[in-house]
C-alpha cells in the first residue's frame, strides 16, 4: 500500500469512527507522525494532503527541517519527551509543542518563544496511568495544578489542551477507559474558565486505537505506522 492509499484508508477509518460516536469527523485532525521517516517519504504524505506533522526529537527534526522547508502549510508539532535544555531550539523549529510535562519547560519555552517574538501553542501532556517510565505530569499532581496556574504569567505560549500516550496494548479496547479519563480531565480543566488556558484539543489515538479515542473525544490522533510503515526499532531512547 502507498503512503497516498494508507492516508486514504485512515481517512476512511476516522469518517467511520467519528460517524458511529455521533461526532463530526471534521472534528478530529489527523497527525501524521514522521519519526524515523525520510523527507522523501514525508513529502509524500504532503502531496496525499497531509499538513499536520508530529516529530519526536529535536535533533532528528532539525537535520530534516531544510528539506521540508517548501511545503507551504505544513505545520510540525515536537510531540516527544522535551528535555528543558532543548526548549530553545524546539521554539525555534516547531509550531507546536505537544508534550509540556514541568513548569519547567513551561517556562523555558515561554522565554524561548519571548526572544523569538512568536506565540507557540502547547498541549500539556498527562501520563494518565501514572506509569514510572513515562513522561507526563499525573493527572492529580502539583505539577499539573502549577502548569495550569501560572499559565497567565507565560504570555508566548498558549496551552490549547492535553495529550496523552496511554500504555500500550495490543487490544485497542484496553485503551478506552484511560481516554475517558483524559476527555473527563480535559472537561473538568475546562469548566474551571481559568485564565490563558483554553481546552479545545484532546489529543488522543495512535495507529492501533486511534478509532476507540475518536469514540471516547479525541480531536487529534497521531498516526505514524498506519501510514507509513512499520519503524525501525530504536537504537537509543530519550535523546
Ligand atoms: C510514535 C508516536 C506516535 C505514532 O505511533 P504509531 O503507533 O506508529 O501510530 C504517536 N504519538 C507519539 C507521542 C509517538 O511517539
Request: charged share 25%; aromatic share 4%.
Amino acid at each position: 500500500m502507498s503512503i497516498a492509499e494508507n492516508i486514504a484508508r485512515v481517512r476512511e477509518q476516522i469518517a467511520s469512527a467519528a460517524q458511529r460516536s455521533g461526532r463530526n469527523a471534521h472534528e478530529v485532525s489527523l497527525m501524521a507522525v514522521t519519526k524515523t521517516v525520510s523527507p522523501e517519504r514525508i513529502r509524500e504524505a504532503y502531496k496525499a494532503g497531509a499538513r499536520l506533522f508530529g516529530e519526536n526529537r529535536v535533533q532528528e527534526f532539525a537535520g530534516k527541517s531544510a528539506a521540508l522547508s517548501d511545503l507551504n502549510g505544513a505545520e510540525w508539532h515536537m510531540i516527544g519527551h522535551l528535555q528543558s535544555n532543548k526548549a530553545r531550539a524546539a521554539a525555534e523549529l516547531f509550531h507546536a509543542a505537544d508534550s509540556v510535562d514541568s513548569v519547567r519547560l513551561q517556562q523555558r519555552l515561554n522565554n524561548a518563544a519571548n526572544d523569538l517574538g512568536k506565540k507557540l501553542p502547547v498541549l500539556i501532556e498527562i501520563n494518565i496511568a501514572g506509569e514510572t517510565a513515562k513522561s507526563g505530569v499525573t493527572p492529580d499532581s502539583t505539577e499539573l495544578e502549577q502548569i495550569l496556574q501560572i499559565a497567565p504569567s507565560c504570555e508566548h505560549i498558549e496551552i490549547c489542551g492535553l495529550m496523552s500516550v496511554p500504555p500500550y496494548s495490543e487490544d485497542p479496547e484496553a485503551s478506552r477507559p484511560f481516554f475517558r479519563q483524559m476527555r473527563a480531565l480535559c472537561d473538568r480543566i475546562a469548566a474551571r474558565n481559568l485564565p490563558a488556558i483554553t481546552m479545545e484539543t484532546l489529543s488522543l489515538g495512535m495507529s492501533h486505537d486511534f478509532e476507540v479515542a475518536i469514540e471516547e473525544g479525541s480531536t487529534c490522533v497521531r498516526i505514524g505506522t498506519g501510514i507509513f510503515g512499520e519503524r525501525p526499532a530504536p537504537l537509543t531512547k530519550g535523546l
